[in-house]
């Protein structure tokens, strides 16, 4: 038998949201209804024998009740279909069916959608078998009577329909039967990875006969969902209301969107989907149009990756005149005491982060020489007399912290650095400048014995947990070739490590045979504008390299309700509308969009929407629409848009061809 706690706290996991309401008779759960007010979706009764429960009997199907132990009287917005849990098994059987109740007073009586879709349907079926007649020749996209728009060509429960009747890359079932891509209808399941829930239809002798739902990525093939209806068997010209047949072709056909509106991502909850895109394929390009914050996204992702330490995380931003000296190493100016210039070889700051990456996968080992080496040079500085490091020769120290090497002779000097000597630490036989090798092992000597220099033991290399994000914004407005150079190899996702391997354009400069690479725990991501104009000369190479994910203005306007709060819901009116009507211009698309980060400004202006239009986002719309046909007019009909502040929004223009292939 199930204990009372171990079914409570089932339907707590379950239903997360759900609200417990304890009465002196029974245990109900209830859940805010589509007009925001609590509403029951089961009622349960704890008797001996074991647990008695109730759900909404207008949420089941003919075929659910037979499950039941008490049929409902009604079929209305009543708890009445009553079911006896008496183990888990009973238990794990009902679940779906609680589930069912609770979906239902989430969104509402179904009733009318079940009509609508069946309306639709009819209409879509005799359209379909019209236009795809071996007799009718049409050579362009065709819209569903009566629609605006192919996308979206009508709305039903909230979910925008795409409906393409006919398109030019698909015309027909050339022999009358089979699957065609054309027509179809479905909508977009997901903004991150452009999917889509569509409606496949089967045709024979050139009459549409099936359907068939299946899931849509961009360019890649239909993912059968194992969901086919017999159009027969949905009775469209019947009077009748819908049958169950209808209704289900329905429920599965919506149930998708229902989950990814469940698990809707915001700016907070997505976070976790886009790092593990970035985990499976080392380089990311967040790309959209401006002001969807991907700055600030790249960021929390880096920080989840990282657990929020800044020191694994790197930032820089290029432009036009960012270069490889900048970015992986090269000469730079530097000066002495007596303020003479020279140039000194220099790590760049992706450099110094990967070195930071490799030595994070190391522990242990044994070296103590920077520690030594202080010592010693303020022994010397401090000194009265000579400290002599043959019987002819002196030290002193010089501006850089290194040694000179003075003669009594006057003899002209020479210099022994400390990473040179650094070096002979670590390899006795170290081979390069070979002339200061004896003056170097003195030096060394002298610091064991006086300075407690322990022997070099290498450190152990280990595997880490450790995450490095680097982050490059505005990656497309450098020179990306003259930026990267040779590291174009090192990038690749499948060369990292030190099979990846490469020596840098001052290897000659270098005082060590090592080669540069980019380790294994080393992330970049990168970040675009779509509108950028030197997006089109971005290195066809570097874009092999990395994953480009679109960030659209629409999964982006949880920032407002963080930022705006109560009045975060006429700016993304606004904003939807806005960016509508930005569609329906010609020579604009969706690349163009309003991101909400401009909506930020409003606290900055006192939420005058009309100084966030003239000082924000009118400057802006001009760039956009400046040289076109009929300029002035056009910003207009943006105003106009900007202006609205219902639901009543523009639609975006038809999308035709471009995207007629899912």
Same mark, same amino acid.
């Given at each position: ?8 706290? !089932? ?12 009465? $002196? ?38 075929? %659910? ?39 239902? =007073? ?22 379909? *078998? ?8 049409? $050579?362009?996209?065709? $819209? ?55 409606? !496949? ?15 849509? #990525? ?5 993912? %059968? ?108 100016? %530097? ?70 090497? *003075? ?35 003195? =030096?060394?000597?002298?610091? $064991?014995? !006086? ?10 290399? =280990? ?65 675009? *504008? ?45 904003? !939807? ?14 690349? #163009? ?11 900055? =202006? ?52 471009? %995207?007629?292939?899912?």
């Amino acid at each position: 038998m199930v204990s009372k706690q171990t079914f409570i706290a !089932r339907i707590k996991q379950e239903f997360p949201d759900a609200i417990e309401n304890q009465t $002196k008779s029974y245990i109900s759960f209830q859940v805010k209804n589509r007009k925001g007010k609590l509403q029951n979706f089961i009622e349960i009764n704890f008797q001996n024998k074991g647990i008695k429960i109730a759900v909404l009997s207008k949420s089941l199907h003919d075929s %659910d009740i037979l499950l039941f132990n008490k049929k409902p009287d009604s079929f209305g917005w009543t708890l009445d279909a009553e079911y006896f849990i008496e183990d888990e098994n009973s238990l794990n059987e009902i679940l779906p069916f609680i589930n069912k109740s609770y979906e239902f =007073v989430k969104s509402g009586i179904k009733s009318e959608c079940y009509k609508d879709f069946k309306e639709f349907l009819s209409k879509f079926v005799n359209q379909a *078998n019209i236009y795809n007649s071996k007799d009718i020749e049409i $050579k362009r996209s065709q $819209k569903l009577d009566g629609a605006e728009h192919i996308y979206p060509a009508l709305t039903i429960e909230g979910i925008p329909y795409k409906v393409e009747m006919l398109n030019t890359g698909h015309f027909g079932p050339k022999s009358g039967n089979g699957y065609i891509k054309s027509p179809y209808f479905g909508y977009r399941l997901s903004d991150m990875d452009n999917s889509w829930i569509n409606i !496949r239809c089967g045709f024979q002798r050139f009459k549409l006969t099936e359907f068939k739902i299946v899931k849509w #990525y961009s360019n890649n093939r239909d993912e %059968d969902l194992d969901y086919k209806y017999f159009v027969k068997d949905l009775e469209l010209e019947s009077t009748a209301e819908p049958n169950d047949i209808l209704k289900e072709f329905y429920d599965n056909f919506t149930s998708f969107y229902r989950e990814s509106e469940k698990e809707e991502i915001n700016m907070s909850e997505n976070i976790n989907e886009y790092k593990n895109i970035l985990l499976q394929s080392k380089n990311l390009i967040l790309r959209g149009a401006p002001g969807t914050g991907k700055t600030y996204l790249a960021k929390e992702i880096a920080k989840e990756l990282t657990d929020g330490n800044e020191d694994q995380i790197g930032f820089v931003q290029f432009h036009p005149s960012y270069d490889y000296t900048d970015f992986v190493e090269g000469l730079r100016p %530097d000066s002495n005491e007596d303020g003479s210039i020279f140039f000194k070889l220099k790590e760049g700051i992706f450099k110094k982060f990967c070195q930071n990456a490799i030595d994070s996968k190391k522990i242990g080992g044994q070296d103590n020489f920077d520690e030594a080496w202080d010592l010693y040079l303020e022994y010397v500085n401090n000194r009265d007399e000579k400290e002599y490091l043959t019987e002819f020769s002196y030290l002193t120290v010089n501006s850089r912290n290194n040694f000179n090497i *003075n003669y009594e002779t006057k003899a002209q000097g020479t210099v022994l650095t400390k990473s040179y000597v650094y070096e002979l630490y670590k390899d006795e036989n170290y081979l390069k400048q070979p002339y200061y090798h004896n003056q170097g092992k003195k =030096v060394l000597e002298t610091l $064991k014995k !006086r300075f407690g220099l322990k022997d070099y033991i290498s450190p152990e290399e =280990v595997e880490t947990d450790k995450n490095f994000v680097f982050i490059i914004d505005e990656i497309n407005r450098g020179e990306i070739s003259k930026i990267f150079g040779e590291l174009f190899f090192s990038i690749d996702p499948g060369y990292r490590g030190e099979k990846g391997s490469v020596s840098t354009q001052y290897a000659n400069l270098h005082k060590t045979d090592d080669k540069f690479y980019i380790p294994e725990n080393v992330y970049i991501i990168g970040t675009m *504008n779509d509108i950028d104009r030197s997006v089109d000369t971005f290195d066809f190479a570097m874009r092999r390299r990395f994953r480009f994910v679109e960030v659209t203005a629409e999964s982006q306007l949880g920032m407002l309700d963080t930022a705006l709060g109560d009045k975060a819901e006429e700016a993304k009116i606004r904003l !939807r509308n806005l960016n509508a009507a930005i569609e329906n211009i010609q020579e604009l698309n969706s690349h #163009y969009h309003i991101g909400p980060s401009y909506f930020l400004n409003l606290k900055d =202006v006192d939420f005058d929407y009309e100084l966030l239009w003239s000082d924000y986002l009118k400057p802006l719309l001009e760039d956009y629409v400046r040289g076109t046909y009929e300029e002035f007019e056009t910003l207009e009909t943006l105003k106009k848009a900007f202006d609205l502040i219902n639901n009543e929004r523009t639609e975006p223009q038809d999308i035709g061809d471009n %995207d007629a292939d899912n």
